[in-house]
């Protein structure tokens, strides 16, 4: 596969908003070492629930046999294969970098985090959140043809990462061991990698791991009033729907975390053989259209979904901030002022 150019994405823009896109002021943007850090604190007992170790900072970090992330020499790190290290693909940000988000997601993640902990004592590791669009394109340039034909990195300037509007996390247990999931950040089999995947590769520990990750995350988006459809092909990444076509992916989510199939295997093959009719099924919605179908999904079963969710029903209203296709994708070059660059 020939790579393409820069000169390809310094120009990309939002084509996809439901609002009217707008660009992100660096003022959008905090840091999440620091942010809320006194209440997240406080509300976990004096423990903060969330670490950061931005993974396209370092390449020198790697998984032991035992599964801890460790620091290893230079000569060590070139002999791990791909799959053992924290950051599969290469050193994409300045060392120095720090990790960012958009306050929409961060106010998610932050509430995400103290109820994991509070219910698992689960401390949440973020790997990836800002990624700029150069520094995406860095990370597109270390990549393999396999790695982007198989979807596990986006092109620069197409993604919700490229807002700060999608965060990438594992958990890690009360003696800092990571949570059995099925797989490491970045695992490189796409396949066991969905959320949809219920094969015998991952335990059944590990898949109900994953749910109640999931759950977490769409419990304090609802419950703040947005919404947040999980990446369905990468059981770490979280973020913003893009738009409206996206709204049944916030509806498959929460039927999921409820252990109901409401994206059949059927539908999945009608992608693929009828993509025109696909389409019409599930991308047209309107917002009154999801919420309609999200009564009937839920029907009868409204106090188990308050129970899991917090509340037994999406926002009445539509927001702009719903959606990351709202929002102009970040170049460092308009960051550099403001010191929140990453290249």
Request: with cysteine; hydrophobic share 40%; proline share 4%.
């Amino acid at each position: 596969m020939v790579k393409r150019p820069w000169s390809d994405f310094t120009a990309v823009r939002s084509e996809t908003s439901v609002h009217g896109a707008r660009d992100v002021h660096s003022d959008d943007l905090v840091a999440m070492k620091d942010y809320r850090r006194a209440q997240r604190i406080e509300a976990c007992g004096g423990v903060d629930p969330i670490n950061v170790l931005l993974a396209y900072a370092q390449d020198e970090l790697i998984y032991s046999p035992s599964g801890e992330i460790i620091r290893v020499d230079a000569k060590t790190y070139a002999q791990t294969p791909r799959a053992g290290r924290l950051n599969v693909f290469g050193l994409a940000y300045r060392r120095d970098a720090q990790f960012w988000l958009h306050r929409i997601l961060a106010d998610i993640v932050v509430g995400a985090a103290i109820h994991l902990y509070q219910t698992q004592r689960w401390r949440m590791v973020l790997y990836d959140g800002l990624r700029t669009v150069e520094g995406a394109y860095k990370l597109y340039q270390l990549a393999t043809d396999e790695d982007i034909e198989a979807g596990l990195l986006a092109l620069p300037g197409y993604s919700a990462h490229n807002k700060g509007l999608a965060v990438d996390s594992m958990m890690v247990d009360a003696h800092g061991h990571e949570v059995a999931m099925g797989g490491h950040f970045d695992h490189l089999d796409m396949e066991t990698n969905s959320r949809a995947y219920t094969g015998d590769k991952i335990n059944p520990n590990a898949k109900q791991n994953r749910l109640i990750r999931e759950a977490a995350f769409l419990r304090t988006a609802l419950t703040q009033g947005l919404l947040i459809a999980p990446l369905r092909s990468e059981f770490w990444d979280d973020r913003l729907p893009e738009n409206r076509a996206d709204l049944w992916r916030v509806l498959d989510s929460a039927a999921r975390v409820m252990g109901i199939t409401y994206y059949t295997p059927e539908d999945a093959a009608l992608r693929k053989a009828n993509r025109a009719l696909w389409q019409e099924k599930w991308e047209r919605w309107s917002y009154q259209d999801f919420l309609q179908k999200w009564q009937e999904c839920f029907r009868g079963r409204e106090g188990e979904l308050e129970d899991l969710l917090g509340t037994a029903m999406p926002p009445p209203n539509e927001k702009p901030e719903f959606y990351h296709g709202n929002f102009h994708p970040i170049y460092d070059r308009d960051l550099r002022a403001s010191g929140k660059h990453l290249t």
